[in-house]
């Protein structure tokens, strides 16, 4: 059996509002003390800053006044002693030794670049000398073949002009800007045709000797090389190579010369012109049967 205590409805409605009632109270008397609270803490730091900033400003003041007072002493003390010429003095004193200053290390810094370039150049001579002491041993080493390429010079030279009077060697020239000389000297007679004859020879030998035609392409072109050269010279010349030609040598010759020296010089050949003309051009037969200026 389950007893149940019967309880007033109204009597427990009176209690609970009497004890919401209370809450409320205690709550808002709470807020009200916490916002008392506050306003007690704003006020006590607006109070310190206030203080602060009275006290800043008093020390402020104070140095104003104390740094008014020491340039005016300080004023008196350069007008007293000229003090202002002087610091000016110091000043343009400062300014050039800015500027010396300034020009040194511009003088230090070119320094440092001719120092860098001479050493540099050292390198290089350095190397020059390793490459000229390399052709001297190479030079050395091909001594024979140069000997050899004389000789047949000397029988060129004397086939053509009578002599032996001629000279041709390498050598090094540090010294030069070309390092490596080539010296060729032949002793013809004097005329504006003698360098044309040289340069027949240089090239005739490059084509025939023995040790360079082996890099020879074998064929020769000489355009008008003749032009200004003795007639007879140029007679000698072109025997020569028929001789050569005649003596089993591998070869072929193309020059170019002036029909009127070519015809006064047939009688004195060798060789039967007729077989080594392969072709004439006139003026209206150009060769490349076009009109052009020479450069």
């Given amino acids: 059996m389950c007893i149940r205590d019967r309880i007033n409805v ?3 409605k009176i209690i ?7 809450l409320g109270d205690f709550v808002k008397r709470s807020i009200e003390q916490v916002i008392t609270f506050k306003e007690e803490i704003d006020s006590f730091q607006s109070d310190l800053m206030t203080k602060k900033l009275i006290a800043l400003q008093s020390e402020k ?19 007293s002693r000229n003090a202002k010429k002087k610091l000016e003095a110091l000043k343009d004193a400062v300014s050039r030794h800015a500027e010396k200053n300034s020009k040194l290390a511009n003088l230090s810094e070119k ?51 009578g002599n032996k009077e001629c000279h041709f060697n390498i050598q090094t020239k540090p010294e030069s800007s070309e390092f490596v000389e080539i010296d060729y ?14 340069t027949f020879i240089y090239d005739v030998l490059l084509l025939l000797n023995k040790y360079t035609s082996k890099k020879h392409l074998g064929f020769l072109i000489h ?10 010279d140029m007679v000698r010349s072109l025997n ?6 005649k003596k089993g040598a591998d070869f072929q010759y193309i020059v170019t010369i002036n029909k009127d020296e070519f015809d006064s010089a047939v009688s004195k050949f060798n060789f039967d012109y007729k077989q080594k003309v392969k072709a004439t051009f006139k003026r209206n037969d150009q060769f490349l049967k076009i009109s052009y200026r020479e450069v």
Avoid: C, M, P
């Fill in 223 to 232: 355009d008008n090389i003749f032009a200004g050269v003795g007639l007879d």
């Fill in 16 to 22: 609970y509002n009497q004890y919401q009632l209370g």
């Fill in 61 to 79: 003041n104070e140095l104003e006044t104390r740094r008014s007072y020491l340039d005016n002493q300080l004023a008196k003390i350069y007008e």
């Fill in 185 to 198: 000297r032949v002793n013809l007679d004097g005329g504006t045709g003698v360098n044309h004859i040289r």
């Fill in 111 to 161: 320094y440092r670049i001719i120092e860098d370039e001479r050493n540099r150049k050292k390198l290089i001579t350095k190397a020059i000398s390793n490459i000229v002491d390399e052709i001297d041993a190479w030079l050395f080493s091909i001594a024979d073949k140069l000997n050899d390429f004389e000789n047949d010079l000397k029988e060129v030279h004397k086939y053509i002009a």
């Fill in 240 to 245: 020569f190579l028929d001789d050569k030609q």
């Fill in 10 to 12: 109204d009597d427990l």
